[in-house]
T-cell receptor, first 113, second 117 residues
Framework: KQEVTQIPAALSVPEGENLVLNCSFTDSAIYNLQWFRQDPGKGLTSLLLIQSSQREQTSGRLNASLDKSSGRSTLYIAASQPGDSATYLCAVRPRNAGNMLTFGGGTRLMVKP | DTEVTQTPKHLVMGMTNKKSLKCEQHMGHRAMYWYKQKAKKPPELMFVYSYEKLSINESVPSRFSPECPNSSLLNLHLHALQPEDSALYLC????????????????FGPGTRLLVL
């Protein structure tokens, strides 16, 4: 059974820092891996989706990498801003589960001004 | 239209009330999902509909009753809920439930925040 782990569970950084969020998964048989952002009490906003054949995806200050063989993904946030404060969820789409998603526990990020 | 909408945004109900949550999408997706999310936890899958038929029920108590009246609409009927059912309820949709297309994923709505008193 696929398991997804995110480390750290919470992170507090001063504004302007570059930071890395980590996601690991136990089964490399995936279609894709996705990073979501969630503000308190709100829905999930998709940030980046990396297909299993890809190594990374970039959007603005965000860069996500995927190493399928080692079961790891990182989300790199450059020049963090207070507006980046949110929970970041990693989710994989296992190959034996159609369009179902397996979520990690999330990383709660606080960027202090 | 690439949106999943959910109503209401907030709901407060007593343990004897009957209420319904509504989810709608007009992307032509044939799979729709209900999730429950408690604070500081990831979403937990409750139900999955594929082509308007219930495909997956993750052993959810019968006080939650899903309904998919057509391909665009998904309801969650609530009856005799407990305070521990207070949570954010998320709806999602995807083109299909079973697919080998690696670009496909689920699209999430904004959620309904439910408080059971």
């Amino acid at each position: 059974k696929q398991e997804v782990t995110q480390i750290p569970a919470a992170l507090s950084v001063p504004e302007g820092e570059n930071l890395v969020l980590n996601c690991s998964f136990t089964d490399s048989a995936i279609y894709n891996l996705q990073w979501f952002r969630q503000d308190p009490g709100k829905g999930l906003t998709s940030l980046l989706l990396i297909q299993s054949s890809q190594r990374e995806q970039t959007s603005g200050r965000l860069n996500a990498s995927l190493d399928k063989s080692s079961g790891r993904s990182t989300l790199y946030i450059a020049a963090s801003q207070p507006g980046d404060s949110a929970t970041y969820l990693c989710a994989v789409r296992p190959r034996n589960a159609g369009n179902m998603l397996t979520f990690g526990g999330g990383t709660r990020l606080m960027v202090k001004p | 239209d690439t949106e999943v909408t959910q109503t209401p945004k907030h709901l407060v109900m007593g343990m004897t009330n009957k209420k319904s949550l509504k989810c709608e999408q007009h992307m032509g997706h044939r799979a729709m999902y209900w999730y429950k999310q408690k604070a500081k936890k990831p979403p937990e899958l409750m139900f999955v509909y594929s082509y308007e038929k219930l495909s997956i029920n993750e052993s959810v108590p019968s006080r939650f009753s899903p309904e998919c009246p057509n391909s665009s609409l998904l309801n969650l009927h609530l009856h005799a809920l407990q305070p521990e059912d207070s949570a954010l309820y998320l709806c999602a949709s995807s083109p299909f439930l079973w697919t080998g297309e690696s670009l496909e994923t689920q699209y999430f709505g904004p959620g309904t925040r439910l408080l059971v008193l």
